[in-house]
């Protein structure tokens, strides 16, 4: 975790002073709705459909077991005891009072946590890695990195109202786990032969109603120009970028209007002015967070424990567990596991007060008091002995959250859905149960393989549903909900965008809609090998076409 | 009426826009007055044998590089913002403060709010001609809704640069 000092402590309490005030004078009719809005954005809180909904920063997803018990505390007192965790790695509340958000604030505040920009036309929460400090193919620390851009985008005093919302996603591995190709800005850490640390710099990704995969901006940024660079990029952006129909309004447009060379050029004659000024990062500040992050203090263990190696053979089921929710760690002894939070019939992405709390109980006693949330709506314990795990899998499974589905089609991404978000044309979560009811046969779960099924109930595309294998997205047709579905998205290092695969279906066809789909996977795979996105791009998706529309001979 | 606040006081304002929304167009035969950037390049001659002083205004698309071409900068510059939403003028102002050396008064017009001013700040304005229905003795204290901040901007360089006593002020 990184700590606070007193700088990073006084700059959150006075946020919550600001906004106790800007809610008083509101409620006094002294600041109109048009004025309170984007304030109130920028502090996480809509007025959605049943109720506010405050969305609270979980800055690049990692949390304490005290901050857990904390959101667990709020979800009960001000909500109705639980919190939804969203693919940007926040959390979100759907029923506090608007009066309370202060107080809430005010105690998220005593935990170091905020919601400061988790919405709003400015640079929102940087998401990362869920295994950073972990993998064994890190390259640097991406959690340092993003508590320095965390810090940096804080009440930026010059982007504070872009054309529209600013993503920024920062990857510290050779694989590509932050999504960083469909971001505002992507940036991926580098190291030269000689050893040099830099990142290349991808602009102008994203999903939403136009699809994009990022353009390279910059292959290698010494690592001191980070934050004059995007200032630069954000200078660009801000004076340029489109204010005049919010469809158009983020920085991909801007890329593909002005054409990615054009946009690189303005950028660099942009930074030429910045470039060595006082932005300019020193490393006596690299090393401060980094000193500030407090870190697993790893037993000397063997790389295998004869117990978990026993329960391996002996119990299936734990061998089915590991072989998806666990995986590697650099140090020996250890392993890194995934807590599913996709049991069928439980909205993904939703945990109540007392699955956090037993979520804190279990991460103090086998992961070093934390944890993390994942863009796929999962919580990751990241330092786990693996002399532990049968019995962290024994407690799991009692708390359902160890169904053995990670990279599985019921591990599905899903937003809120229509009903929930009042942008949302559908409902996504009912579609969600449908289909993990529908293939909740483990064996014929773990025949198909891997799979990334993500939904989204509308355009704004939270669900991400491009880059899934199958992606399914809520169209509204004459005030009915009606699913257009893709296949063929990915995420990672080759992402990809999925492609329509005909007319929309009705939400009572959406499961058999997929079940086709998989049976012409299962059908046309060359081996068991061959996943199902590889099928896809194999063949291409007439033969998945013709089987959901019944043209086939 | 607008309220100007001036380095953080609230004073009496000798200065007239011109031609800004819901501004006359007129240009007076005296007084100081606040001119677009396209009459400034056009009547620059023109406006100086008056007997008032001649300061110009930016609107968010303008680009301050083309006042800078114009000539020497006047002593006042304001930014325009049709919309508190509309933050262009934030980056107009520090390009002005950091890029072309502008020392005069920096002025935001428009629709200028209370809970902008702290950031306006920032970024190199010293003068906030609040929208008639501000409350500007409020509006004072929102100069110190932040005693520290992280970013190099106008008014001190980034947070770790102080920290380790590289301080270098960025203006």
Redesign the interface.
């Known amino acids: 975790m990184y700590i606070y000092d007193h700088f990073d402590q006084r700059v959150v309490d006075e946020r919550v002073a600001q906004f106790r005030d800007q809610t008083r004078r509101f409620l006094a009719g002294k600041l109109s709705e048009d004025e309170f809005r984007p304030l109130r954005l920028r502090n996480g809180l809509y007025i959605q459909r049943h109720a506010p909904m405050l969305r609270v920063a979980i800055p690049y997803g990692l949390l304490s077991t005290l901050q857990l018990r904390k959101l667990a505390h709020i979800a009960r007192t001000y909500d109705r005891n639980y919190g939804h965790f969203s693919t940007r790695q926040n959390i979100q509340y759907n029923w506090p009072a608007l009066e309370r958000v202060p107080d809430i604030l005010a105690e998220l505040a005593t935990v170091q946590m905020h919601a400061i920009q988790t919405s709003g036309n400015c640079v929102r929460n940087i998401t990362t890695d869920h295994f950073a400090g972990v993998a064994p193919d890190e390259i640097v620390d991406p959690f340092v990195w993003a508590e320095l851009l965390r810090q940096w985008s804080t009440l930026h005093p010059e982007f504070g109202f872009l054309p529209r919302k600013f993503k920024i996603a920062i990857n510290g591995a050779v694989e590509d786990r932050a999504a960083t190709m469909v971001h505002d800005i992507g940036i991926h850490a580098a190291r030269t032969d000689t050893g040099e640390i830099g990142f290349r710099i991808i602009v102008g990704g994203g999903l939403g109603r136009t699809p994009i995969i990022g353009h390279v901006v910059r292959e290698f940024l010494p690592w001191q120009h980070l934050l004059t660079y995007l200032d630069a990029i954000l200078r660009v952006y801000n004076r340029y970028g489109r204010r005049d129909n919010k469809y158009k309004a983020r920085i991909k447009i801007l890329v593909k209007e002005l054409k990615p060379a054009e946009f690189t050029r303005q950028v660099e004659e942009e930074w030429a002015h910045l470039k060595d000024g006082p932005g300019t990062l020193v490393e006596e500040e690299i090393a401060r967070i980094e000193a500030r992050f407090t870190r697993p203090s790893h037993l000397q263990l063997p790389d295998t424990d004869t117990h978990y190696e026993a329960a391996l053979k002996r119990e299936p089921a734990f061998a089915r567990w590991v072989s998806r929710n666990v995986h590697p760690h650099r140090v020996p002894g250890y392993a890194a596991v995934t807590l599913s939070l996709k049991k069928t019939g439980v909205p993904p992405g939703d945990a109540t007060s007392e699955q956090m709390e037993a979520v804190a109980d279990l991460a103090d006693r086998f992961s070093f008091g934390e944890l993390r949330v994942t863009h796929e709506q999962n919580l990751v314990f990241a330092d786990v002995a693996k002399r532990d795990l049968y019995e962290l899998w024994l407690e799991l499974k009692a708390l359902g959250f160890a169904t053995p589905n990670i990279g599985l089609l019921t591990n599905i991404i899903s937003c809120p859905g229509g009903d929930f978000c009042s942008l949302a044309n559908a409902a996504s979560i009912p579609v969600a149960a449908a289909i993990q009811h529908r293939f909740d046969d483990l064996d014929y779960l773990y025949d198909i393989g891997e799979l990334d099924l993500n939904i989204s109930g509308c355009m704004n595309s939270c669900g991400h549903h491009h880059v899934g294998h199958i992606g399914i997205l809520g169209v509204d047709k004459n005030g009915e909900e009606w699913y257009q579905i893709s296949i063929g998205g990915r995420q990672g290092t080759k992402a990809a965008l999925g492609k329509v695969i005909g007319p929309s279906v009705a939400r009572a066809e959406v499961a058999d809609v997929v079940e086709r789909l998989i049976r012409t996977y299962l059908d046309k795979r060359d081996s068991e090998h061959e996943r199902f996105i590889d099928t896809v791009h194999r063949i291409g998706i007439e033969p998945f076409k013709a089987q959901v529309y019944d043209y086939a001979d | 009426m607008t309220t100007l606040i001036k380095q953080r006081a609230i004073v009496t304002d000798t200065w007239q826009v011109i031609g800004a929304a819901g501004e006359s167009d007129i240009v007076p035969l005296d007084g100081d007055i606040i001119v677009a950037l396209e009459r400034w390049i056009e009547q620059r001659e023109t406006l100086s044998a008056r007997s008032g002083r001649v300061g110009v205004w930016l609107g968010p698309a303008d680009e301050p590089s083309r006042l800078v071409e114009a000539g020497p900068l006047p002593a006042l510059i304001a930014v325009h913002f049709p919309a508190?939403?509309?933050?262009?003028g934030?980056?107009?102002a520090?390009l002005l403060r950091q890029?072309y050396g502008f020392t005069g008064e920096l002025r935001a017009i428009g629709d200028i709010?209370r809970?902008?001013l702290?950031?306006l700040a920032?970024?190199g304005f010293d003068a906030f001609a609040l929208r008639a229905d501000q409350?500007a003795q409020a509006a004072l204290l929102a100069f110190d809704?932040?005693?520290?901040?992280?970013?190099?901007?106008v008014d001190r360089?980034?947070?770790?640069?102080r920290?380790?006593g590289?301080v270098?002020q960025?203006r």
């Open positions: 508190f939403t509309d933050g262009r934030y980056s107009t520090r890029r709010l809970d902008e702290f950031e920032r970024c409350d809704d932040f005693s520290e901040v992280y970013q190099a901007a360089g980034p947070l770790f640069a920290r380790f590289l270098e960025s």
